[in-house]
T-cell receptor
């Protein structure tokens, strides 16, 4: 079965420092991977996706993610964190194997950027 | 603004009651997804409709049902409400072409409180 794991409930980072939010996946075949961000009292917003091609994917707000097939990871990164990046981040994989094409979300990682 | 609208924004009701949540997808999107987000269980996939037909079911209780109408808007019906049904309910839409590589666009959510 397709699944995605976010091993950290919370990540704390100082403003200006690089940040990484981890995601690992388990899929059959080629994965379709996504990152979403949720600000307080808001719906999720799409950040970036990996479908095929270059392993480094660039997205909104200066975020990027690196697809690593051998480690089955898709970690979200940003070179310099901002306080405004503090939010809940979700990794997701699209299930293409069962014919349902549903999205499977991780449990979320709360990012806290400290001033 | 994602282009996905949800009504109502807040709903307060009593146990045993029945409510209907409404979602209008982005213009042109054929897929509608429903999710439940509670504090202790993260984002749970409920159900997916594509162009009026049910495509996938997730952790949706038998007391809950949904449908997608010819104009592509969707309704989620929750009946015999229990205290544990209190949560944020999100609707998301997606273009879902043949490649199935499209991201989802989330509405602002409906906050349901069952007293």
């Amino acid at each position: 079965a397709q699944s995605v794991a976010q091993p950290e409930d919370q990540v704390n980072v100082a403003e200006g420092n690089p940040l990484t939010v981890k995601c690992t996946y388990s899929v059959s075949g080629n994965p379709y991977l996504f990152w979403y961000v949720q600000y307080p009292n808001r719906g999720l917003q799409f950040l970036l996706k990996y479908i095929t091609g270059d392993n480094l994917v660039k997205g909104s707000y200066g975020f990027e993610a690196e697809f690593n097939k051998s480690q089955t990871s898709f970690h979200l990164k940003k070179p310099s964190a901002l306080v405004s990046d503090s939010a809940l981040y979700f990794c997701a994989v699209r299930d293409l194997t069962s014919g349902t094409y549903k999205y499977i979300f991780g449990t979320g990682t709360r990012l806290k950027v400290l001033a | 603004d994602s282009g996905v609208t949800q009504t109502p924004k807040h709903l307060i009701t009593a146990t045993g009651q029945r409510v209907t949540l409404r979602c209008s997808p982005r213009s042109g999107d054929l897929s509608v997804y429903w999710y439940q987000q509670s504090l202790d269980q993260g984002l749970q996939f409920l159900i997916h409709y594509y162009n009026g037909e049910e495509r996938a079911k997730g952790n949706i209780l038998e007391r809950f049902s949904a449908q997608q109408f010819p104009d592509l808007h969707s309704e989620l019906n929750l009946s015999s409400l229990e205290l544990g049904d209190s949560a944020l309910y999100f609707c998301a839409s997606s273009a879902d072409d043949l490649l199935n590589d499209n991201e989802q666009f989330f509405g602002p959510g409906t906050r349901l409180t069952v007293l």
